[in-house]
């Protein structure tokens, strides 16, 4: 089965709060793990990613933590605001025969934002 | 910048036909991927490929078939489309050797009856 997994598959928030999305990944091996967003009816959309040598990694609104003691990852979104109502999915980079990594996706975690 | 474009955007196909989605892109990315996404699998990888003439399996490459002649393109193929290849594809490329961050299309939504 899949190595990647959301702790939540749907959050709601108020418009203006932080929203925090978890990821659980069992592959302890994994060197990458990256977040997408997803508006319905698009591809995904590549928000933020972060090496296994580091645990905290910020971006514009966004910041990854990484826990590698206990295999976790999460996506903190400050000051969420309605266009970032989307499906949020947590992927790590797995090695088939040593080629680059294939990412390995999770189910993804909806967000809904209330204004 | 066109990026990365599929086509056709929405198909429908009757079981037992021969479909074939198109995936473009004009980054000159060296990695191409072929995903579907299912509702409770999230996205699954069919097919990669590495370079042009460099294909491999993915997690569910069974009933599908790829090719990449040229680096800009990398169809995939459904020999004989069943019901259960219902699904949106989405195609996506990355360049190597720095993050793995992979760029995808808008996708394609196939419905077999």
């Known amino acids: 089965g899949e190595s990647v997994g959301l702790h939540l598959p749907t959050l709601s928030v108020q418009e203006g709060d932080n929203s925090i999305i978890n990821c659980a990944y069992s592959?302890?091996?994994?060197?990458?793990f990256i977040w997408y967003k997803q508006e319905s009816g698009k591809g995904p959309q590549f928000i933020i990613d972060?090496?296994?040598?580091?645990d905290k990694r910020q971006g514009q609104r966004v910041t990854v933590l990484l826990n590698k003691t206990v295999k976790h990852l999460s996506l903190q979104i400050a000051a969420t605001q309605p266009g970032d109502s989307a499906v949020y999915f947590c992927a790590e980079n797995i090695n088939y025969g040593g080629s680059q990594g294939n990412l390995i996706f999770g189910k993804g975690t909806k967000l809904s934002v209330k204004p | 910048d066109a990026g990365i474009t599929q086509s056709p955007r929405y198909k429908i196909t009757e079981t037992g036909r021969q479909v074939t989605l198109m995936c473009h892109q004009t980054w000159s990315h060296s990695y191409m991927f072929w995903y579907r996404q299912d509702l409770g699998h999230g996205l699954r990888l069919i097919y990669y490929?590495?370079?042009?003439?460099?294909?491999d399996k993915g997690e569910v490459p069974d009933g599908y078939v790829v090719s990449r002649s040229k680096t800009e393109n990398f169809p995939l193929t459904l020999e004989s489309a069943t019901r259960s290849q219902t699904s949106v594809y989405f195609c996506?490329?990355?360049?190597?050797?720095?993050?793995?961050?992979?760029?995808f299309g808008p996708g394609t939504r196939l419905t077999v009856t």
């Open positions: 996506a490329s990355s360049v190597p050797g720095g993050g793995y961050e992979q760029y």
């Open positions: 972060i090496r296994s040598n580091m």
């Open positions: 592959n302890s091996a994994s060197d990458y």
């Open positions: 490929s590495a370079a042009a003439d460099i294909t």
